[in-house]
Nanobody
Framework: QAQLVESGGGLVQPGGSLRLSCAAS????????VGWFRQAPGQEREAISC????????WTAGSVKGRFIISRDNGQNTVFLQMNILKPEDTAQYYC????????????????WGQGTQVTVSS
């Protein structure tokens, strides 16, 4: 069964860092571009970063640019999101998904989504 599983979320103080992982099972992640999204309560889902199949190209939203870095290790079938200088407004459920990465990321009905991992930034 093809699935994506996010991990690495948690509670962190403002200014801290977290590294999220998005691990694929049941399919080869290297054949897909992958993106990270987040959704806070009462807000729309926001695309925040994506990476192409070979990692040669990335896109990052202005709201997190300079603080969040996306990467991938196709040997591990995993995509990462390094989040630095975290702010309270980064608090959200974070999801990864396969899709098409360009200026932003587009997903379709055949793409895979993870179940999400919660990130809470609070003192």
């Amino acid at each position: 069964q093809a699935q994506l599983v996010e991990s690495g979320g948690g509670l962190v103080q403002p200014g801290g860092s977290l590294r999220l992982s998005c691990a694929a099972s049941g399919f080869t992640l290297s054949t897909y571009a992958v993106g990270w999204f987040r959704q806070a309560p009462g807000q729309e889902r926001e695309a925040i970063s994506c990476i192409t199949q070979n990692g040669g190209s990335t896109w990052t939203a202005g709201s997190v640019k300079g603080r969040f870095i996306i990467s991938r290790d196709n040997g591990q079938n995993t995509v990462f999101l390094q989040m630095n200088i975290l702010k309270p407004e980064d608090t959200a459920q974070y999801y990864c998904a396969t899709g098409t990465c360009g200026f932003g990321i587009r997903t379709g009905s055949d793409d895979h989504w993870g179940q999400g991992t919660q990130v809470t930034v609070s003192s």
